[in-house]
């Protein structure tokens, strides 16, 4: 199944950002002044912003389902075959899934439904992770 970039987790990623940079300049304009909270703010968004961007080319770009796992295939095209340990389900929106490769600590993976072309999919990896991670418990 390939992956695309996903709205709903591009706009909560957008709404985090917001949130966060006009923190930033309310606690900065009133010790600092409104030039300095402006650069703080930016500063921040800028940081934010460059870090969504990493986290986003390294995301898997297509997956397959396994017996008890995943293969997960990034965009130069390497494959890796990854363990279901864990797996949170948003209602019919996004899935959160832990996945153990052979070697190495475990990474974080989300799947939101419109990053899917298809619900079929999305429903079928839900079951699999819910599966595999009761397993693990």
Do not use: K
């Amino acid at each position: 199944h390939t992956l695309r970039p996903s709205r709903f987790l591009w706009s909560a990623t957008a709404a985090f950002m917001a949130v966060a940079a006009g923190s930033v300049f309310q606690c900065a304009a009133a010790y600092a002044g409104l030039f300095s909270a402006c650069v703080a703010a930016l500063t921040v968004t800028a940081a934010l912003a460059s870090a969504a961007w990493g986290g986003e080319r390294r995301r898997p770009v297509a997956f397959e389902i396994g017996q008890d796992g995943l293969t997960t295939w990034d965009r130069t095209g390497h494959a890796q075959y990854q363990r279901i340990s864990a797996c949170a389900q948003w209602s019919d929106r996004l899935l959160a899934l832990t996945l153990v490769p052979a070697e190495g600590r475990s990474v974080s993976f989300l799947v939101a439904a419109d990053a899917l072309a298809n619900a079929g999919a999305f429903r079928e990896l839900a079951v699999r992770a819910r599966r595999c991670a009761q397993e693990h418990l």
